[in-house]
């Protein structure tokens, strides 16, 4: 029997519909050119981004990368919000300004999706630093994938956490590819979590990283860790993306078998089998949760079309912290 509760159980799974449905339809919006510039699905990943995220408690902190959607979903942001945001309009989380791959949200503690890979590693490592030196207790997860693992951000990063035992989960979701380029070719260790060997702190490893309760039973022990002062810990969890690296990735690189092998594994349904097949809830209560997931969507949809396009001046407001 899971150690959470039901209602906790029905959120991880309504989090990981939102994401799913959101992610769906920005791919239709994009096709009718209602979305400005790249952006990154999640699709595939909700395990990954819910188990790890709702392991935050209040007041801790996230940093995440370009492929940011999940993560904010499951911090709780409002779907309208970044709906509204990826479409560029002025009632969005950032005002219009920063997009998909900019999304923040700083009343929540989501300290941004970032567009260069490793970016978000440093963000992450000052902002523990605050943390240690205000003695706030917070955690800041630091999001990021397989192929940032070899940016210099990473390294340079993880060892000053180190030394300084400063509060951060830097976690790997290892999807497989950075864009076209398998990891496997690219890294001469097989995990990314046995990189912490080298710095002297712990690597924790989820080997089915679609399993929302293996990732957040691993990410618990992770916070736990961190929060008690022993410092930073490496924690890699493997997954998949369904989709192509980004809107203009035909992914010829992955064939259709591969695809299909992992489309069989997926997250959602497999969250679905667990909660009904240990009496936790039944089929029609899921879908029920999915209805309201999509509806959720379409409302986000309505909010973005009602929004204006963020003002030519409003470029020269909120550049400078008062
Ligand atoms: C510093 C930097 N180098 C290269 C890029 C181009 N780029 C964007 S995403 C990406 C791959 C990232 O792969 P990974 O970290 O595994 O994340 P994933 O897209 O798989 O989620 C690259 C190389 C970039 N944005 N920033
Ligand atoms: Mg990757």
Not at 233 to 240: G, K, N
Request: aromatic share 8%; net charge negative.
């Amino acid at each position: 029997m899971s150690k959470f509760k039901k209602e906790e159980l029905l959120d991880m799974f309504r989090k990981m519909e939102d994401i799913r449905n959101f992610d769906n339809k920005i791919n239709q919006m994009v096709r009718r050119g209602l979305v400005p510039g790249m952006t990154h699905f999640s699709v595939g990943e909700e395990a990954a981004n819910v188990g790890a995220v709702s392991a935050l408690g209040e007041g801790d902190l996230l940093t995440s990368n370009h492929r940011g959607h999940g993560q904010s979903v499951a911090m709780g942001m409002s779907l309208n919000e970044m709906m509204a945001e990826i479409m560029g309009r002025a009632n969005g989380s950032c005002k219009g300004k920063g997009g998909s791959m900019h999304i923040a949200d700083l009343d929540r503690g989501n300290l941004g999706a970032n567009g260069i890979v490793g970016g978000g590693m440093g963000i992450a490592t000052g902002a523990a630093l605050t943390q240690k030196m205000k003695n706030t207790g917070k955690v800041v997860m630091c999001c990021f994938g397989d192929g940032a693992s070899n940016e210099g951000a990473f390294h340079e990063c993880i060892n000053m956490a180190a030394i300084w035992k400063l509060p951060v989960v830097f976690y790997c979701i290892n999807n497989g590819y950075g864009i076209s380029t398998p990891i496997t070719s690219v890294m001469n260790t097989k995990h990314v979590y046995e990189r912490a060997v080298a710095y002297n702190i712990p690597g924790l490893f989820v080997e089915d990283g679609n399993d929302v309760l293996a990732v957040r039973e691993t990410i618990d022990k992770a916070m736990e860790h961190v929060r008690a002062g022993n410092g930073p810990i490496l924690v890699e969890a493997v997954t998949y993306r369904w989709f192509g690296h980004s809107t203009s990735d035909p992914g010829k690189y992955r064939t259709k078998e591969e695809v299909d092998e992992w489309k069989k594994k997926d997250p959602i349904l497999k969250f679905r089998n667990y909660l009904v097949e240990n009496k936790i809830t039944d089929h029609e209560t899921l879908d029920k949760i999915v209805a309201e997931s999509e509806q959720a969507v379409e409302e986000s949809v309505k909010f973005g079309m009602a929004g204006e396009q963020p003002a030519p001046e409003s470029a020269f407001e909120d550049i400078f912290a008062e």
